[in-house]
């Protein structure tokens, strides 16, 4: 490369746009005779409706339709059973849509909704997670094909005989993704062509899907996902409301918004089941591991298995002989589970890092010391080499800057009046996923170049960051560099998910600027008004298999406070280290890592759902009730990162970002706290309640 656009702190090209209320996201595209829908969730857990009255609905000023079952559009049988949306009578849980009102504003809307009368035959339902439950099974693989077991060595055996074990259950409830901007959809029909703006992380996927459920050709479907406001996972494959949008549409012959109420989103979009956990670990006095088995029971619905693949970090954190990492799963009568940021590595690294730390406990030996004394110079699990693993450099890196020499290592040594302080460490990985991508470079006459791709920013900095890659590429300032994204007619791309997006497109857009700098090489004179034009599929290259174990790494430090009076944890500081290739703009990676590491604050102290057994619903089902972390939680929080010259990622060396931040930082949180109090709190969050009733415990009270 010849540019030097890559790595510099460029800011968001969209930056302004979205300040001033420019930016039009799904909801906001105010065509001519434009209505809206609101849709009319189940009110049993499971069952079947047996009548539907919309006179009330129907009376009301401005409805224009009600759907139900008996009336909606047929649609092709889906491959996601949950966007089979009015197609029969059956309730497979609480909040499923049975009824879709149609009105001129979104208050009459909302009102005639309230009108329906919905009867139904209630069945007994099930929707409680237990460790034990009768009906758990061990699938075929978990989320992204990965194997529900693996296991070598003597796992049991060599723990049972290890000097030093640790035996430790860990509970991870549900979660909510809760974007900011909940998942809309408006659609209209231009004759029989479909057009829909809405709000996903992959428009590429909507288009497909839209076509195999309405019989038509994806030429004829246009998908707009030029802004959306952040998904987490939630809108990584399409969700009920585009699927109703596009139904209303066709039914009255107007263009249709559905922006489903925040209330309703975790029973349609998908959560972060809950997973139980049981890890035992074996150690010689020294510290080295000789046995490790990670065990984890996660929910699904009745109608889709997703299974959280949470023991599967455990495959490739640590060296140790004898390992057994385990997914059992149960259908229950609840929404299916689905993806949210890190899925897998999330949970599964809280439970395995603050297991990490009980074992440094129990050896007497410091926690930072114990994980390089473990570092593996293979991937266990696979025996593969690594591409880059620089993880004992983030823990050393990371305890310099924190002052980690500094640290008492006895629980509850440090006080400040009734406050109780501690600090806490955690690792963290993130696997590299890179998928095929196209993309289109054009070298105009003015000396501007345009890149078009169709991929998404769903807050992440894409389009400022392709453009890097482009100017970085063909060696000219990056203010000559126009990007086109989020529109289906681009060329495609895959899905903003996984942290792949960056990697994916940027190998397409970097192959299609390479192939237009050899073009304009051989070029004498001016160009053509219509510029030049080249274009890249890395399809057979970016899905290749590798013969490396790739992986981001990082390390957390954390330090709260404890409050023995009220039970409450403030967290002073966060700081994150960590190894992910190369950083291409440095204002956005440190924003994605600062914002991974918050949510994981959240996770810690106040982020979890209830599934209400009598009622089969979650408790909490908003923001009023589930509480993510508002400014006045977040502390002194730095992120900071060790450069890595890794050749075997893409052609720009870089890993995913987007999730490593919020993987391990529930951990460094938690095992603080127990530095911090000397109590061991293995269900999260950690609230006032719960640390209370610990600190009482301990006391003897």
């Excluded at 696979?382 to 620089?390: D, I, N, V």
């Amino acid at each position: 490369m010849t540019g030097t656009a890559l790595g510099a702190a460029a800011e968001r090209r969209e930056g302004h746009l979205k300040v001033t209320g420019a930016a039009r996201y799904a909801a906001e595209h105010p065509l001519p005779g434009r209505a809206h829908a609101w849709p009319v969730p189940a009110t049993v857990a499971r069952g079947r409706v047996t009548a539907v009255d919309t006179t009330a609905a129907l009376d009301l000023p401005g409805v224009l339709t009600v759907l139900t079952h008996e009336n909606a559009p047929r649609l092709t049988e889906p491959g996601d059973p949950t966007l089979a949306v009015l197609q029969d009578a059956g309730v497979p849980h609480r909040g499923w849509f049975v009824a879709l009102v149609v009105a001129r504003t979104p208050e009459e809307a909302r009102a005639a909704a309230g009108a329906v009368r919905v009867e139904y035959a209630v069945e007994d339902h099930d929707v409680t997670l237990t460790a034990d439950h009768p009906e758990a099974y061990e699938p075929e693989t978990a989320n992204a094909g990965h194997p529900a077991r693996r296991e070598y060595g003597d796992p049991d055996g060599a723990i049972d005989s290890a000097p030093v074990r640790v035996d430790v259950s860990y509970r991870v409830p549900p979660l909510h993704n809760h974007p900011m901007e909940p998942h809309t959809s408006t659609a209209h029909w231009e004759g029989d062509r479909l057009v829909v703006h809405t709000s996903s992380q992959g428009g590429n996927a909507v288009r497909a899907t839209l076509a195999a459920l309405f019989e038509l050709p994806e030429d004829r479907i246009t998908v707009d996902t030029r802004h959306v406001g952040g998904g987490f996972g939630s809108k990584g494959t399409p969700r009920p409301d585009v699927v109703l949008a596009a139904m209303a549409a066709r039914e009255t012959g107007r263009p249709v918004t559905v922006a489903l109420p925040r209330r309703q989103l975790a029973a349609v979009v998908g959560h972060r089941a809950p997973t139980l956990h049981r890890l035992r670990l074996g150690a010689g006095p020294d510290g080295r591991l000789t046995g490790l088995t990670h065990d984890i029971v996660t929910h699904s619905s009745r109608i889709k298995e997703f299974v959280e693949q949470a023991a599967v970090p455990a495959r490739v954190m640590y060296a140790t002989p004898s390992s057994r990492t385990l997914h059992r799963v149960v259908r229950l009568d609840v929404p299916s589970p689905s993806w949210m940021r890190a899925p897998g590595e999330s949970p599964g690294m809280y439970a395995l890092e603050s297991a990490m730390d009980e074992l440094a406990t129990a050896l007497g030996m410091d926690p930072v010391q114990l994980r390089l004394r473990n570092e593996p110079d293979r991937e266990p699990d696979s025996g593969k080499p690594f591409s880059s693993r620089h993880l004992a450099e983030c823990l050393r890196e990371g305890a310099r800057r924190f002052g980690w020499d500094r640290r008492d290592p006895r629980p509850g040594a440090r006080t400040e009046g009734p406050l109780l302080v501690g600090t806490g460490v955690a690792a963290a990985t993130y696997p590299v996923l890179v998928q095929p991508s196209t993309a289109e470079a054009r070298a105009l006459p003015d000396g501007t170049f345009t890149v078009r791709i169709n991929a998404t920013d769903i807050g992440t900095g894409a389009r400022t960051v392709l453009a890097q890659v482009a100017a970085d590429t063909l060696g000219v300032p990056l203010e000559r560099v126009r990007t086109e994204i989020g529109d289906s007619e681009l060329p495609s791309a895959s899905l903003a998910g996984g942290s792949s997006g960056t990697a994916s497109w940027g190998w397409a857009v970097h192959d299609a600027c390479t192939r237009l700098g050899g073009l304009l090489g051989g070029l004498t004179g001016r160009l053509p008004a219509e510029g030049v034009t080249a274009r890249a599929d890395t399809d057979g290259r970016a899905n290749a298999e590798s013969p490396y174990a790739r992986h981001a790494f990082g390390a957390h430090f954390a330090e709260v406070t404890v409050d023995t009076v009220t039970g409450e944890v403030r967290v002073r500081r966060m700081l994150g280290v960590f190894a992910a290739g190369r950083v291409l703009n440095a204002r956005t990676a440190r924003s994605q890592f600062i914002g991974g590491m918050v949510m994981g604050l959240g996770m810690a102290l106040t982020e979890g759902s209830t599934m209400d057994a009598a009622f089969g619903d979650f408790t909490e089902s908003d923001l009023a009730s589930y509480h993510v972390p508002a400014h006045a939680d977040v502390p002194a929080v730095e992120a900071h990162w060790i450069d890595e010259d890794d050749a075997h990622l893409n052609p720009m060396g870089s890993k995913g970002i987007g999730e490593i931040g919020n993987v391990g930082s529930a951990a460094a949180v938690g095992n603080a706290v127990h530095h911090a109090t000397g109590v061991r709190y293995r269900e999260l969050p950690l609230t006032p309640d719960k640390v209370l009733a610990g600190l009482t415990s301990a006391r003897g009270g």
